[in-house]
């Protein structure tokens, strides 16, 4: 079936660089999703990927893509207090005749001052 | 612009009562999902509905669960009988269309507490 693997926890310094990482199974998701969810908030779509790009670069975001592995990461660069959060992986699942995303746990990201 | 709108964000019922959340979808989108996510875990998908249909309820318990999204109005998820394991963070999401590069819009969810 599917499934979405994260690790659950990044501690980093401000300014650092941030990399989350995230596996998945489904070898015929479409797009990729990261998330971002701050404390007692709705998630917001941080960015994506098609499968057919190995990488995409929005700001201080990276996204990189290994098909191949199926893994999946985000580069923060300059990372500041304000993007401690819980970031979510997705991956669109197209089973059946219909589509949902399907979620990892969620890594809780730490910046230090 | 409003976005998802979600209420009430907090819900307290006591075990056996009835729970109903309530999603107000992003102003021309007609396509409405519910995730909940339980303490430590990432959102599961429960149910995907458009106006007046149910599309796709793969994810959603068969009992006590139900899901509906009227003409006119919010969608509405409705628990019964609520169980200490329905405590969650339920969250509604929206989208303009369906296709492969859709993207999801969400409210900021409702926290559930059974006691």
């Known amino acids: 079936g599917e499934d979405v693997e994260q690790s659950l926890f990044l501690s980093v310094r401000e300014g650092d660089s941030s990399v989350i990482n995230c596996t998945y199974t489904?070898?015929?998701?479409?797009?990729l999703y990261w998330y971002k969810q701050e404390p007692g908030a709705g998630l917001q779509l941080l960015t994506y990927?098609?499968?057919?790009?190995d990488m995409k670069q929005d700001q201080r975001l990276t996204v990189l893509l290994n098909k191949k592995d199926k893994h999946l990461s985000l580069r923060i660069a300059d990372t500041q207090t304000g993007d401690s959060a819980i970031y979510f992986c997705?991956?669109?699942?197209?089973?059946?005749?219909?589509?949902?995303?399907?979620f990892g746990k969620g890594t809780k990201l730490s910046v230090k001052p | 612009n409003a976005g998802v709108m979600q209420n009430p964000r907090h819900l307290v019922r006591r075990r056996g009562q009835e729970a109903r959340l309530r999603c107000s979808p992003m102003?021309?989108?007609?396509?409405v999902y519910w995730y909940r996510q339980l303490p430590e875990e990432g959102l599961k998908f429960m149910v995907y509905?458009?106006?007046?249909?149910?599309?796709?309820e793969s994810g959603m318990p068969k009992e006590r669960f139900s899901a509906e999204f009227p003409k006119e109005g919010p969608s509405i998820l409705r628990i019964q009988q609520v169980v200490r394991g329905d405590s969650a963070a339920y969250f509604c999401?929206?989208?303009?269309?369906?296709?492969?590069?859709?993207?999801?819009?969400f409210g900021s969810g409702t926290q559930l507490s059974v006691l």
């Open positions: 999401a929206s989208s303009a269309y369906r296709g492969t590069n859709e993207k999801l819009f």
């Open positions: 489904d070898s015929s998701s479409t797009y």
């Open positions: 990927i098609f499968s057919n790009m």
């Open positions: 997705a991956e669109m699942n197209y089973g059946g005749s219909q589509g949902n995303l399907i």
């Open positions: 102003k021309g989108h007609s396509h």
């Open positions: 509905l458009q106006k007046e249909n149910i599309i796709d």
